[in-house]
C-alpha cells in the first residue's frame, strides 16, 4: 500500500505538464511505473500466495523463509527502484543500454544493478519455499491465521463440495462472532443435487432448488450452434438449416428425464 | 470446524415458483438481453433517419394492413396468455393445456401475417440502408416470435406428457407466458417505428 501510494504520488507529479516536459521518456517514469505495478499487483499477489497458500495445499510455508522473502524483495525493491526517480531526475532516459562514460549515472546504476539481484535472490527464495513446502512443509490446520472469513472454516486442503451443510452467516466476521461451532443448515436432500435458494434481499431460504446433473446435451447444443454459425459465414441459408439441429438439441437438453433432479 | 445445526430445511418446497426460481432469474435477464437488442435497432432506425435527406429513402412508407391486423392479434393474444399464466399458478392442468393450445395458435398466426409485412415495406434489405434497418426489425421481431411458438409447442407437448402435472412444469408454463408479454410489448414501439414515423 505505501509503495502503491508512493507511485500514486509520483504519478500526480508527472500529470504535471510543467514536470513532465522534465521528466518524460526518463528513469523518473520508470521508478514511478514499477511503483505503481509493484505495489498495486505483485506484492498484493505475493502476500495473497502466503496466505491461502495453506488453504490451497494444507501445508505451511516457511515463516523464517518469508521474513527473508519479505525482506530481499521488499528492500530491494526499494533499492532498486527507488534511486531510479534520482537519475531520472539527473536526466538519465529510458530505454538506453548504454550511455557515454563521463555521463554521471555510472555508480547509482550499478547501485541499482546490485540492489536488482537482492530481489532475484529473493523470488528465488520463495519459489524454493513454495514447492519445498507444498512437498513437505507442516500440516496446516483448517484456520492457521485465526482469520474471520467462510474458506477458514473448511479444512485444507478444502473438500470438493467446500461444506456438507451449507453455513448461516450472520455477520462480515462469521468465525469471530461464532467462535465455537459453524451454524448450518441440515435438510438437504443427499439422493439428489439440491442447491438452496433464498430471498434476493434478507436470504431467507425459500426453495431446495435442483442442480443439474451431467448430461450430453450441452454439448449437442454447442456443436450445432457452432457448426451453425461458421456455415453462416458461407451462407445465409445455413441459419436456416442449422436453427433445426440446434433446436433438437435444446430441445432434448430441456425434456424432463424423469431423474430425482426433475422433481418439485 | 464443529457445526451446529440452526435451521432444518426439510420442509421446504423441492422447487420455487417466481422471484425464487432460477429460470424466472433468467427469463428476466435474456428479456433485457433482448430488449437491448430492440432497443438499438430502434436507435439505429432514427440514427439513419436523421442523416437521410428524406425518409423513407427510396420507397413509400409501408402499407398498414398486415402489420396493423398483426398488432392488434398480438394484443388480443395477451388476454389468453394472461389467463393461462393465472391457470399455471392456480395448477390447474386442464386449463393449462387448453390455454397452450390456444397460444400456440396465436402464436403460428402472426408468423402467416408477418410473411407479408415484408412485402409491404416496398424494399430490399439490400437496396439501401432504409432497407436494411427495416429487415433487419422485421426480422429480429420474427425469430422472437418464432422461438416463442417454438417454445410454446414444446411446453404444450410436455403438459400433455406425464412430466407435465409437477409445480416445476406449470412455472415453465408461467415463464413462458411472461416471455410471451415482452414479445407483444417490444412489438409496439417496433410497430409505431417501422409504420408510423415513415407518416410524419
Redesign the interface.
Known amino acids: 500500500m505505501v509503495i502503491f501510494v508512493i507511485g500514486g504520488l509520483t504519478g500526480v507529479m508527472v500529470a504535471s505538464v510543467p514536470f513532465d516536459t522534465q521528466v518524460h521518456d526518463t528513469y523518473f517514469v520508470v521508478a514511478h511505473f514499477h511503483y505503481v505495478l509493484v505495489g498495486g499487483a505483485v506484492f498484493p499477489l505475493l502476500g495473497a500466495i502466503y496466505y491461502w497458500f495453506p488453504k490451497l495445499t494444507g501445508k505451511m510455508m516457511s515463516e523464517t523463509l518469508g521474513r527473508w522473502v519479505f525482506g530481499l524483495i521488499f528492500g530491494g525493491f526499494n533499492l532498486t527502484f527507488f534511486p531510479m526517480h534520482i537519475l531520472g531526475l539527473q536526466g538519465m532516459p529510458r530505454r538506453i543500454y548504454t550511455y557515454q562514460p563521463e555521463m554521471p549515472w555510472a555508480g547509482l546504476n550499478m547501485f541499482v544493478s546490485l540492489s536488482a539481484i537482492a530481489v532475484a535472490a529473493g523470488f528465488l527464495l520463495f519459489f524454493i519455499d513454495a514447492i519445498r513446502s507444498a512437498w513437505s512443509g507442516p500440516v496446516a490446520t ?2 492457521p491465521w485465526g482469520a474471520s472469513t467462510l474458506e477458514w ?1 473448511a479444512s485444507s486442503p478444502p473438500q470438493p463440495y467446500n461444506f ?2 451449507p453455513p ?1 452467516v450472520g455477520s462480515r466476521e462469521p ?1 469471530w462472532t ?1 467462535a ?9 436432500r443427499v439422493d439428489r443435487r ?1 442447491l ?2 433464498t ?2 434481499v434478507e436470504g431467507i ?6 442442480s443439474v446433473g451431467n448430461s450430453i446435451w450441452p454439448l449437442w447444443a454447442a456443436l450445432a450452434t457452432t457448426l451453425t454459425l461458421v456455415w453462416s459465414i458461407f451462407s445465409p441459408w445455413a441459419v436456416v438449416w442449422g436453427s433445426i439441429p440446434v ?1 433438437v438439441s435444446l ?1 432434448g437438453w ?3 428425464k ?1 431423474v430425482p433432479e ?3 | ?16 415458483l417466481g ?4 429460470s424466472w432469474w433468467g427469463t428476466l435477464a435474456f428479456m433485457l438481453i433482448e430488449g437491448t437488442g430492440f432497443a438499438l435497432s430502434i436507435v439505429i432506425y432514427l440514427y439513419l433517419m436523421s442523416l437521410a435527406p428524406r425518409w423513407p429513402l427510396g420507397a413509400p412508407p409501408p402499407d398498414l394492413l398486415a402489420g396493423t391486423t398483426l398488432t392488434v392479434l398480438l394484443l388480443a393474444s395477451l388476454v389468453p396468455n394472461i389467463l393461462v399464466a393465472r391457470w399455471a399458478r392456480e395448477q390447474d392442468l386442464r386449463k393449462v393445456r387448453v390455454g397452450l393450445i390456444v397460444m400456440a395458435v396465436l402464436g403460428i398466426v402472426p408468423l402467416i401475417l408477418r410473411a407479408f409485412e415484408f412485402p409491404a415495406m416496398h424494399i430490399k434489405w439490400d437496396q439501401n440502408a432504409y432497407g436494411s434497418i427495416v429487415w433487419v426489425m422485421l426480422g429480429l421481431h420474427t425469430t422472437h416470435i418464432l422461438t416463442d411458438v ?1 417454445e410454446t409447442l ?1 411446453l404444450t407437448c ?1 403438459m400433455f406428457s406425464r ?1 407435465g402435472d ?4 406449470f ?1 415453465d408454463v408461467s415463464d413462458s407466458a411472461m416471455y410471451w408479454n415482452f414479445v407483444v410489448a417490444t412489438w409496439l414501439p417496433m410497430y409505431a417505428c417501422l409504420y408510423w414515423i415513415p407518416r410524419l
Open positions: 483448517a484456520n472454516a456438507a451443510r448461516v468465525l461464532e465455537t461451532a459453524l451454524p448450518v443448515v441440515a435438510g438437504l439440491e438452496l435458494i430471498s434476493v431460504p425459500e426453495a431446495l432448488e435442483s433446436s430441445i430441456f425434456w424432463p424423469g426433475d422433481e418439485s | 470446524m464443529k457445526e451446529d445445526i440452526v435451521l432444518d430445511l426439510t420442509e421446504l418446497p423441492a422447487h420455487g422471484t425464487a426460481s432460477p417454438i414444446v410436455l412430466h409437477t409445480p416445476r412444469r412455472g
